[in-house]
Each structure stands twice: as C-alpha cells, then as structure tokens.
C-alpha cells in the first residue's frame, strides 16, 4: 500500500499545510452550545476539487459550490455550518446558500467565488439566516494557523458524531516536505457514493485543479466510497480539497516521479477519515473491515464487500459477537456479480470458518475472543481471479435505532 | 384491486381447499417443543408450480425441489422443517435432502419427485437426519383435513416469526365455488428477489401447472417480491403451489372469463402473507405501506418503493414516530432511476407534508397521532407518467438488534 512513501503527522490538522488558517464558532443553529459555523481559509488562492454525492436531491449548498467551482477553478474559503442541511428547501434555500457565501466573501476580503459552501443537519428546514449572518461576521476573528484552529473548525462540522475526524501525512516531494491533511464528518446516512459526507482536505502541494480533481476522485472510490453505515446516502455528501501550493515542489503531473508519494498520502488520509467515520457510525461498537480477493474483477470484489458490509444481518452479528458466516456467505450470493459457489474461503480475523465452500469447525471460543474486540476483519477469498477491494462498515446496534427513531425531535 | 371478484373465507387455511390434508409435529431440531417438522398432503396429483431464491447459494432442498419438478409437474406432498435451512452444507447437505424426500414420499407411497422439500433456520450446520427421520416415520399419522392440521403445519415452519401467517379466499369459476389458501413464514432475512421465504399455497382449482406456474410468477412480483425487512435475500426462499382440480371447474386458460377472478383471489393470498411477513419482521411494531405513483414506469416506481422501504433511517424514524419525510425524499433520490426532483409530493396518511418538493407546514401533533398506530402509509406521487407500485415493510427497532445479535447462539 506504500506507506514507506510518506509519514504520518502525529496531532497534525487542516492548519498544518502552509498557508492555511481556520476556526469555528457557535452561531446559534445547534440547541447546544456546540460550535456549528466553521470555516478554513487560504492565504493565496488555492487549487480546488470537489466531489459531490449522486443523490438527485442535492442539498442548496451544493449546487452553489458547484458552480462556483465551474466558474474558477481556485478557492480561498470552505465555510460549514451544522444543524441544518438546508437541502429541500427551495428557492429560499438556495438564495439561503448564496447569502452565505457572499457575505463569508466579503467579510474575507475575496471574491465569492473562492468560497465554498457546505451544510450538514436535518432536511427540509430554513436557516436561520439572522444566526449565521452574525456567526460569519465574527468568523474572521477565530482564525488561528495553529492546531486550536484546526481544532475549532472539526468540532464546527459535527452532527451525531462522536469523535473528530482528522488525519495528516507528510510526503517529500522535489527535496521539499509537503503536508496532506484532512478533516471529516458523518456518522449516520453514510452510503457515499461517488462522494462523501463533509470532507475538506488541504496541502501545501503545487498542483494543478485539473490533477488534484483527477487524485480526489480516484482516492475518493478508495476510501469513502467504500464505506457504509446504513445504506442511506445524503442529500449533502461533498469532499473539497484545496491545495495552496506554499511547500515549494515543483507543480506535480502524472509524470512527477513524487507524485506517487502524493496519491499515497492522499489516499492516506482520506482513507483514515473514511475509517474514522465508519468507526464512528451511529451507534456503532466496532469498525468492520471486509476484504474481498481473489474475485473476477476489481468491480465484482467491489460489489461484494459492500453487500456485506451492508448486510444488517452481518451488522448485528457483530454487534453480538456471533461468528454467523452463513450471513456473510449469504450476502455474497446476493451481490449480484458472478460467483463460483464451490469455492469460497471465509476468514473472521484468522479464523478460518469456511473453505472451498464447505463449513470448516472451528473454536466457537476463540472465535467469541476476536469477535469482542473494537475491529472486525472479514476476509473472503473467491478463488476466482484478482479482482480484490476493501470495505469499512461498523456493527448495528440499539443505539443506532436509539438515535435515529429521534433525530429530528 | 378487483375485491369484488373474491371472498374472503374467515379461519380458512391450507386445508380448506378440497383434497388437502395437513399436520406438523416436534421431531427435535428446535431446542424447545415447538413444531418443527411439517407437510402438506393432496389426495390426487396436483398441478404443482414454485418460485425459488435468486441468492447464488441455493440451499440443498431447493435444489432437490426444483429438479423433482422439472422431471414431472404434478406434488402429493410438500414437506418442510424448521431450525436448520440445510445451506452451505455441501454434498452431506444434498444427500440428506434427498433422503427426507424418499422417506417422505416412501411413507406416504407416492414417488419421490412427488415431494417437495422445504427448510428454514441456521446456515451451514448438518441436519440431525436421525430426528428427522423419525419424524418423518410419524407424520403421516398426524394428517387432517380440517383447520388443527392446517395450525399444526403453520406452527412447524416459524421460526422467529411471532405468529402463524394464513390467508385464504374463494372465487367463483363456472358455478363452483374455488378455494385458495396459503401460509407462510419468515421474519428475518427478508428481501425476496423473484421468490420468497417459505410460502405454500394450496387449491382446489383445475389449472394446469404451466399456467399456475405463470400466475404465480406474476403475482410473486406484486407481492413477495415487493417487501422487505433487512434487505438481505435468504439462501432458502422458495413458494410452492399445489392445485388439486377437485373444485370441479372447466381447467382454467388465460382466456377463461373467470381466470382474472383467480388471479385476483391468489394475488389477495400472496399479498396478504407478504404483507403479515413485513408486519412480523423481526422486532418490528408496525407495518409501513409504501405507495408510489406518477412515476415514468412501474419499474421505476417498484425501485422507488423499495428503496423507501428499505431505508435504515426512514424505519428508524417510524418507529420514533418521528415525521422525518427528509429521509424519505432523500431515499426518492437515490433509487437509481430518473425523478424530477421540483415536482414530488409526499404525504404521511392523508397528511401532506412535502408539495412539489417544497415543505409544507403540518400540524406536528396530527402526524404524531398517525405514526404512532400500528399500520403507516408512505404517499409519493412523482408527477411524472403512470407507473405505480406499493411496497410493505416494518420499522427498526432495538429488538431486530436484539434478535439477530444472538440468533446462532
């Protein structure tokens, strides 16, 4: 996987990049006194990607950081607000979405189209416009290039989740240390699909939009399309990553005999926050990493780890520490790609449960001992070609219906 | 829905059509005494018809099942247990489902492709073959015609389900009074894809089994097909039709004029059995009924309702009793098929909630009221074309978690 290709920043954070400040604050949407309007700015305009959920439903703010990003291809802001998605909300939301953006723009000196904007929160209700036209005014006075900064903006982003989500690496690129960093939220309606909920990364890498679009998305089918937490995919999913370009390298290409050290690190990064968000599901115990090998294809493997890691059955198993592989061999035969029913090898951690097909006895005991554990590895060799993905999921519990049979209330 | 073209018989069961007897008994697969060994008998050859599981990995009696009728068309006898689904159990697996159709078919002498085999419970462990046959030595001595045999069969195919699942209607085909009946189980592991959990379906009608294999294919589409409590298809989803022709009608042809009755009379069957299998999902406390309309085909709208239905968070949310229609558009959104997102209208009952995809204020303790009974209906009218469908499912609760944390255990 190429982890001698960079270094991982221990306490690091969007602010670590050069050129990079941020901050959050409580604005008045949270019932709480929770922050819930954070913002990461750069001090030079930034290269900029996005990727953005395939719900037809998207959210306000998506479709304003959309174009704006058509518009030019470099940003100065990401601004969030949680509490409210501001997604099917209309002509208001929109106009709602567009206020913020212009009004962040101004109180930052910057054009609004280096501004994007996010939301996270419930669907289908106004914003309080009144809160966050007065959050955005004081924003500019919380920004920090330090670790509280960074620190500010991740407690900003989150809903239900529980821990924040960020991650860091350092890649040497030219003779030069570049920094890859990134901040995440989700914890339920996570089934991203072609994105992912609320991710923002930054660096201080010289690279093109065009190039950095191209990394976000291949590194975005590695690591947060490859999560679920129950299926339910967003009306806001969207990953922004901004890249100032301060380290000093060369403007990276495809050629760039670094640039696989800084798709390594991006990948990286973005995978750890796919983990972290997966671990943190709503109501989760346990982080459950399924791979799947020796498939027909890349595609298929693919297919096959994100039914099991979606099987509610699998997830409950889990949660209950049940070495039940006959709901994993279920969930195989139902993920619709094609699959030899004679021979399949299952493995829990270690354990090997089932092989060419048939059921291996193994110590129910040993077993009970791994399944107690906080991560769960699920291997399942198809003995069929080299197609192989991993997928991250997390266990169901009654603290996932707990929290969902009330969210809105 | 053609109501009129049948009747409803009240307390009727898998024995009420002519020529079927039944019985069930305790033969040792359950821990406890419940039943768990079950058949139902037709006096003459039946006009036979199945639909089976699209799970890759098939389990042994429905392999068993399905080359017995594709040799001859005609069942006396469709035998079923509880408490071990012989799946993934390889060659043993096979031959012990070969060996509990000829003891079958020996004891009540028929031939053995005369016998269907059914069984539900835990993957992957061996049936104790000596219990079974045993059982299945005295089961013959168990058969009655009346309503107690129908009961006692019901009994023995549950195995989470909390209550027995029977419906049964007469029509009217040339002058003669025809009766259909059904029973079924099947409470976990839910998401029929061309088939079902365990359905058995008997009548007295004289149809062929080319046709009845039609019928019950098409309304398998409107019913079984169209639930769902987890999303996971199980290895031993199967429905069996028997027909004994003793009700003395004309054999029925597409263009019989009373075939639309019997059509209409087993589709209410299937329906209803589907409908009692949602409302009996494990743990579930209510059943939802999704109905899509206006939507560019019938296709569309069946993966609309589907997704729906089987969205963690909307099943959440009706258990909570919460009136969170923005999971439900954002379900609208990602089904995979075209929607005008400007022109939906969402309704919880008769309450309307979203209008041509704008919210609309409601009167949060009416729909409070609404979502707390036992039976929630989810409106969404696409305003796009014609097509329709209706799906059924459950909500989430602590006890699904519950249940399949420790089923194996």
Redesign the interface.
Known sequence: MGQQLFTIVQDGGVTTPRGFKAGGLHCGLKKTDRNDLGVIVCEVPAAAAAVYT????QAAPLQVTRESLNEGRTLRAMLVNSGN?N????AQGEADAREMQARMAEALGVSKNEVAVASTG????LLKMDKVNAGIERLPSKLRDDAEGGEQFCKAILTTDLVKKVSCVSVTIDGQQVTIAGAAKGS??I?P?MATMLGFVTTDAAIGSELLQEALREVTNLSFNMITV??????NDMLVAMASGLAGNRELTRSHPDYEAFFAGLRHVCQELAKMIARDGEGATKLIETSVVGAASDEAAQAIAKTII????VK??V??A??????I??????AGVP?N?NTVDIRLGDILV?EQ???IAFDEDVALAYLKGDTIAIHVDLNMGSGSAVAWGCD???D??????????
């Not at 419930?122 to 209700?125: E, K, P, S």
């Not at 061999?329 to 139902?334: K, Q, S, Y």
């Open positions: 395939t719900n037809l439903f998605a997604a099917c909300t209309g419930v669907i289908g209700v339920g309606m089934h699909n129950d299926g339910d995919t967003s009306t979606g099987s509610s059955l409950s198993a949660y209950g049940d070495a039940n592989w006959g709901r061999i279920a969930a195989v035969g139902r699959v029913v089932l097909s048939s059921p169901l519990t009654y996932y219906v707990r929290i969902n049979a009330a969210y809105r209330s």
